[in-house]
């Protein structure tokens, strides 16, 4: 026969295996015969990863009619195991081989738990997907401008996700004076309109400097490019570059749709030095690769200032191997930046990179997680640190900001590298993530979902277009399982019938996790013209699975037949390679772990090896039960593994038929931790143990039961390192398990706290007793460990300021005091002695007596303030605006609070003041010039001069109020906010003694004019 005869036998024969199953078994054809072909996606799926994105390259078997991102013959379905759906899917970069027709794409879809994921194709046209546009992104722009002179202007990147907006990808532009290019705004939920009312947490991808000063690649866009704009993924590119163009930062941005609560988008990044940078000055600002910008911006008057928000908590995942938690101030007083975390401290991120702001383990956070810590070849790792700062905080407007950022690792043994050189680069892939209830939980558990997932995720390197990722080189692998029978034509039944018949598979796993899996045939099976037909250019006598687009590296084979594993074989792939593995039968070891009390042990894991390589793992349940399956008849080494330790192993034989009972000899520690003050510490430190006997180093975390007190439980009996650590600081001890219970430990942390008094008018002032408080005991000396403390300010034994402080670094306070001046009431009976001399030692006139009045009015005035606000409710506040000193002043007093500030004011503020006082001196010296003199020239230019600075205060005043009480004088509800304390209280406010002694000066000056007039008249009159 020839070959079309004998395959039409072939078919013939197999006619009743293929078709007259479908009517004598239950169920009903695969609803998806319309997609002759498909293919098993291997991802590390799980149900605590639902909505998680995967972004795939697939490389189909077979041609796949594709004519673009609309039309084409591509579904991914996904099977929990008791039926198959379709799921929505997202396809781009096309890798044509013909007309229509595709050999590989990338695949987009969402994770929907636990379970099998195919894509289903066809060679033939197929009517188009169906699928809701659920993301879009336009390019757009916005500008703000509440007060004059301070404005958002920005050119960016609008992404919506079901018409509500989500996100701004800065382009260029700037926010109140920060350049913005490279910046993602994340909006509050549920926002349609992208406005600063709307914004939430803002996180930076541009690289930053201190060269002398502030220097970034946010300062000026090269380039910008939609690369793609699809139903679940949108992704754009920016090229930047610093004003000098020392430094480039290339970028892709990449957001999937997440129907969740919760939201990412993943940034590609990469920052190349074209020019040597050094820093100068700002040691701190050492070369930042990324960081969270948090601002909290708060108006009385303009509601659209009323914008973002301060978490309370820090959180590291360090180096160490541990967590640290830093307690971020929500209310900085600080006018000049405060750092929590400097470069000298030396955080690193960990092999698990990431670091969050949040409210702790419930509430919202906001992370970047990365990649990995490799991003430069220049220098290892990735350094932390953490800045705040007060910008502006006037009565009704308070501006605080700072920032959290992953930078070069500039600082190692003591040495600061303060030189980037020509040709740095840095490469990495990081997540912005955000959660609006989920706390520090969500973030650990995203942070494990994106390293478990991003091999999945081709997030478009920063120089590629978006092309794809680090795909490396790709092999074959063909396994030929023996001894393992199956039923004949078993996967092609199973796709005609829908019924699984027993079959033979084949996991692949790596670093135990399972990447790919396929089924055993010996003919496969292909549709050609919606005909049936057998594949005989892939056919063999023997059973295999083919595994195509594997990576380099070492895996396990694992063989299954009918769910029972019954064979397994290491392999290491580096070429294209074809293996056999003899089968057997599957046997298991039972085991029942307890400790010497009887107690069951849960999650101890239990291996089965042989020459060191897994074959099997399992844990132990809540009864402490555990049944581990491998292929038999023959011999491993059982190990079974708690908290790191190997607690037990034996040479087992499989079959195997008694359960192994395992007592474990398990022991408690209590940890207890003093400051230099003998109290519990006032921040969180967190005690670990490890141990060098550890199989696999972990680290093993106590519960604090109460303040300084930290127990840890079901210890295996061995030498541990108990390690505690707070930034720069770090105490190491030896501790024996079980010959120790209980361990005390003085952690050494300390920092120089100084408190400057200042007057009610934000002078220095000396002779004041100072009292540093903590839990009753007062503190002798300026060293104090960290904590809060309550500061008490005395003179003569009365207080004059007292606040709460929360130290975590060297920290020098500044307190304005209810203490009052005298020298405004001495210098003003100088002038008016001065005056009265000039009058009463001269030739007297009225019009003497009231030029040299005005000119005492206007020296006097400078000694009083010219506006003032008074406020009451749960605390009484003052606030007054001087011109000497030229300051804004509030003192607040309440129950345990005495305190006041000198608000941080915008340069405007400043240089208003300055002109009014030039003005005001400038009258008066024209009005003594004029009484020696005689020109009236002069005397206009007195006038000239009263009547400025009149005028420019109210201006200049006016200007501010706007934005912070809404006007010059009224009353109302107002935000007051000074350190230690935040309170809306009902204010009046208006000008005050100092404007109206000006205004009065003004009319005491316009009188002799007004008078020459009227006598000037007379007399004209009279020789008419």
């Known amino acids: ?3 079309k005869l004998t395959e039409k036998a072939a078919l013939t024969l197999t006619f009743f295996a293929l078709i007259l199953p479908a009517f004598s078994m239950p169920g009903s054809a695969d609803e998806f015969n319309e997609f002759p072909f498909h293919q098993e996606i291997s991802i590390p799926a799980s149900d605590d990863m639902l909505c998680q994105p995967v972004d795939m390259s697939v490389h189909f078997s077979h041609p796949c009619w594709a004519e673009n991102e609309k039309r084409n013959s591509i579904r991914v379905v996904y099977d929990d195991g008791s039926e198959k759906r379709e799921i929505e899917s997202q396809v781009y970069n096309f890798h044509y081989t013909g007309n229509s027709y595709i050999d590989s794409c990338n695949v987009v879809f969402l994770v929907q738990g636990k379970g099998k994921y195919y894509v289903y194709y066809s060679d033939r046209e197929t009517e188009a997907a169906q699928y809701t546009d659920h993301v879009k992104v336009s390019d757009d722009s916005y500008l703000y401008e509440p007060i004059p002179g301070y404005r958002i202007s920005l050119n960016y990147y609008r992404i919506e996700q079901d018409g509500y907006s989500i996100y701004g990808i800065g382009q260029e532009g700037s926010f109140f004076g920060i350049d913005m290019s490279q910046k993602v705004i994340k909006q509050l939920d549920g926002k349609k309109e992208f406005k600063a009312f709307n914004w939430g947490q803002l996180a930076s991808f541009a690289m930053f400097w201190y060269g002398g000063k502030d220097e970034g690649t946010d300062e000026k866009l090269v380039s910008k490019k939609i690369i793609v704009d699809g139903n679940l993924m949108v992704r754009v590119g920016i090229t930047s570059t610093s004003s000098d163009k020392k430094m480039e930062t290339s970028a892709v941005y990449t957001y999937y749709y997440s129907p969740s609560k919760e939201k990412r988008i993943i940034a590609s990044v990469k920052h190349e030095a074209m020019e040597e940078c050094k820093i100068k000055g700002m040691e701190e600002d050492d070369g930042l690769y990324a960081y969270l910008l948090t601002v909290r911006c708060r108006s009385s008057t303009i509601p659209d200032l009323n914008l973002g928000y301060i ?14 938690e830093y307690n971020l101030d929500q209310n900085p007083s600080n006018t000049d930046y405060r750092w929590l975390i400097s470069a000298k401290d030396d955080i690193d991120l960990g092999d698990n990179p990431w ?11 906001y992370a970047l997680i990365f990649k990995n810590n490799t991003v430069s070849s220049y220098e290892s790792g990735i350094q932390v640190a953490a800045t705040e700062k007060q910008e502006i905080n006037v009565p009704g407007l308070e501006v605080d900001g700072g920032g959290i950022s992953a930078g070069r690792n500039s600082y190692e043994a003591g040495a600061h590298n303060l030189v980037i050189p020509k040709g740095f680069t840095a490469k990495f892939t990081s997540e912005f993530f955000s959660s609006p209830d989920g706390g520090l939980p969500a973030v650990e558990k995203e942070a494990d979902a994106f390293h478990k997932l991003i091999p999945y995720r081709d997030c478009g390197g920063a120089n590629n277009g978006g092309k794809g990722g680090e795909n490396g080189e790709r092999y074959s692998l063909t396994v030929f399982p023996h001894l393992a029978p199956s039923f004949p034509f078993a996967p092609a039944i199973s796709v005609v019938t829908g019924r699984r018949l027993p079959d033979v598979r084949v996991e692949l796993w790596r670093n135990d996790t399972m990447v790919s899996s396929a089924v055993c045939s010996r003919i496969p099976f292909i549709v050609i013209d919606g005909k049936v037909r ?10 295999k699975a083919v595994f195509i687009d594997v990576k380099p590296g070492e895996y396990m084979m694992k063989v299954f037949r009918r769910d029972k594993y019954v064979g397994a074989k290491p392999v290491y792939v580096d070429r294209d390679m074809a293996v056999h593995v003899i089968c057997g039968f599957e046997g298991n070891v039972r085991l029942r772990i307890s400790d010497q009390n009887g107690n ?16 099997s793992f399992n844990s132990t349940d809540i009864d402490g039960r555990a049944v581990v399956r491998a292929p038999s008849p023959s011999a491993y080494a059982l190990k079974v593994c708690y908290k790191g330790f190997v607690v037990y192993e034996e040479n087992v034989s499989l079959p195997a038929f008694a359960e192994r009972k395992v007592q474990v000899e398990l022991s408690d520690l209590d940890v207890y931790v003093a400051d230099a003050l003998n109290l519990p510490p006032g921040v969180a430190i967190s005690p670990v143990l490890t141990s060098s006997e550890m199989e696999k180093p972990a680290n093993i975390y106590g519960e604090e039961v109460s303040p300084g007190q930290y127990s840890f439980k079901d210890l295996p ?19 024996s398990i079980p010959d120790e219970r209980y361990v005390h430990v003085t952690f050494p942390a300390v920092y120089l706290l100084k408190v400057k008094p200042l007057n009610s008018r934000g002078m220095k002032i000396e002779g004041v007793d100072i009292e540093i408080r903590r839990e009753g005991k007062i503190i002798k000396n300026n060293e104090v460990p960290p904590g809060k403390y309550d500061i008490v300010l005395k003179e003569g034994g009365k207080i004059i300021g007292r606040r709460e402080v929360f130290v975590t670094q060297d920290t020098e306070l500044s307190m304005v005091t209810s203490k009052g001046v005298i020298f405004p009431e001495i210098f003003s009976a100088i002038i008016i002695a001065v005056a009265a001399l000039i009058i009463f030692f001269k030739k007297r006139s009225v019009r003497r007596i009231f030029i040299v009045s005005s000119a005492a009015l206007l020296l006097m005035s400078t000694l009083y303030p010219w506006w003032h606000m008074e406020g009451n409710g749960n605390m009484h506040v003052s606030t007054k605006v001087y011109l000497v000193p030229a300051k804004m002043v509030t003192v607040g007093a309440a129950d345990n609070f005495l305190n006041g500030e000198v608000a941080s004011m915008p340069s405007l503020f400043s240089t208003m003041i300055f002109v009014v006082m030039a003005m005001l001196l400038l009258s008066a010296v024209a009005i003594a010039a004029f009484l020696i003199l005689q020109k009236k020239v002069i005397f206009v230019a007195a006038m000239a001069f009263s009547i400025s600075s009149i005028l420019i205060f109210s201006y200049g005043m006016s200007q501010v ?8 004088w009224g009353s109302g509800m107002i935000n007051i906010t000074l350190p230690g304390m935040s309170e809306e209280l009902h204010c009046v406010w208006s000008p005050s003694v100092g404007y109206y002694m000006a205004i009065l000066a003004v009319i005491l000056l316009l009188i002799p004019a007004i008078l020459d007039a009227r006598m000037k008249f007379f007399r004209k009159m009279e020789g008419n």
């Open 717 to 735: 009996s061995a030498s541990y390192t108990l390690y505690l650590r707070y930034k720069s600081f770090s105490v190491s001890r030896e501790v």
């Open 311 to 324: 978490p309370p908590y820090l959180h590291i995942n360090a180096e160490d191997g541990t967590i640290h």
């Open 961 to 968: 109020t706007d934005a912070t009480t809404g006007s010059f």
């Open 355 to 365: 670091f969050s702001i949040d409210d702790g383990e419930k509430g919202k956070a």
């Open 1 to 3: 026969m020839n070959g």
């Open 600 to 615: 069951e042990i849960s999650n101890a894991d239990i291996f089965l090896q042989k020459n060191g390589k897994i074959y």
């Open 534 to 543: 057998f594949d005989w250019k892939n056919a063999t006598l023997m059973k």
